[in-house]
Nanobody, 115 residues
């Protein structure tokens, strides 16, 4: 079993920033990439960004330049720094690992962007 625990969500005004965290195990972080997805109310889940086990990153066009991925190997945690947030980015944010044992998701963390 692969455990992923997201945190850091909350309420922020449009234009604001939040940092999300995804905590996992050392073996998972060292061996697999970690993706971030979000799901807005009534919409399908969409991929936001991904960091590989080697540290390379890629972002959806809609967030490129505003969101930044990083990892802290000592804490076995991946961070998603989000800036200039928009109201339409409200939703539940999930981290994901496609592992040899299967496709694993965290429980999600709610992000609300509203004035």
């Amino acid at each position: 079993q692969v455990h992923l625990v997201e945190s850091g969500g909350g309420w922020v005004q449009p234009g604001g920033s939040l940092r999300l965290s995804c905590a996992t195990s050392k073996s998972t972080l060292n061996g697999y990439g970690v993706g971030w997805f979000r799901q807005a109310p009534g919409k399908e889940r969409e991929r936001v960004a991904r960091i590989s086990d080697g540290g390379s990153t890629d972002y959806a066009d809609s967030v490129n330049g505003r969101f930044t991925l990083s990892r802290d190997n000592a804490k076995n945690t991946v961070y998603l720094q989000m800036a200039s947030l928009k109201a339409e980015e409200t939703g539940v944010y999930y981290c994901n690992v496609v592992h040899k044992w299967g496709n694993f998701w965290g429980q999600g963390t709610q992000v609300t962007v509203s004035s």
